[in-house]
């Protein structure tokens, strides 16, 4: 890991604070000096003006993000999911993993465990997402197995998905690829528009349908198990 993103995780800081307090110096790796943000550091003692510091604890949220809110950790202008979050949590170094636009609402996991992230968001892992589209336009039985068959996206073909009909103006569709706009853009591929759009499943695990837009809470053992295994 960086010098700057092991910082930052530890004192709750922003990554540039952390690259301009290792610049001003202070910080050492099993004693010897480090003043490099990119210094990359892994099982050693770091210490900050002689006090230890350490990465903080793995912490797995899950948020049903509201609408008109950003999937990103800081903003000047906007309000992000970060900011949905009280005080005690900010020294952890949490992010999303992963992005729903700003007017999508539903499942967004929040952690601080890099490895894992990156793993729900291989797509060699072929994770499921699951999102609830309300149209414009009612869906065709034609149109849904074109869509379960790969759609061209704008010079990317998507992988085979499967779509439910909810009603003739709502489908929940699962996909295995976080493409930007994607489910977006795969209705627009069949001449629909989606004029809401809802993720109600990640990794395996289902929206806690107790959680209001806005309201998180941390995942059980038993959910993070879950999602271990869907990663494996």
Do not use: W
């Amino acid at each position: 890991m960086r010098l700057d993103k092991f910082v930052s995780d530890a004192l709750g800081v922003t990554r540039s604070e952390a690259r301009d307090m290792i610049r001003r110096g202070g910080f050492t790796a099993d004693g010897a000096p480090l003043g490099s943000p990119a210094a990359h550091v892994d099982c050693q003692e770091i210490r900050y003006k002689g006090e230890k510091i350490s990465a903080p604890d793995k912490i797995y949220i899950m948020m049903n993000k509201p609408a008109g809110v950003l999937s990103a950790t800081e903003d000047k202008t906007q309000r992000t999911v970060l900011d949905l979050l009280p005080e005690r949590y900010r020294r952890y170094g949490l992010f999303p993993a992963g992005r729903l636009d700003k007017d999508t609402e539903g499942f967004l996991l929040l952690t601080n465990d890099g490895a894992l992230a990156h793993k729900v968001l291989s797509p060699k892992k072929k994770v499921g997402k699951t999102y609830v589209a309300r149209l414009s336009r009612e869906l065709t039985a034609e149109k849904i197995y074109v869509l379960e068959n790969g759609v061209d996206i704008g010079g990317y073909v998507t992988r085979p998905c499967q779509v439910e009909l909810l009603d003739p103006l709502t489908a929940k569709i699962t996909v295995v690829e976080g493409k930007f706009h994607q489910v977006k853009k795969m209705f627009l591929a069949v001449d629909n528009h989606v004029e809401a759009l809802r993720r109600v499943s990640f990794a395996g695990l289902e929206l806690d349908g107790s959680l209001a837009p806005g309201e998180f809470r941390e995942l059980c053992t038993k959910e993070l198990g879950d999602i271990l295994r869907t990663i494996q």
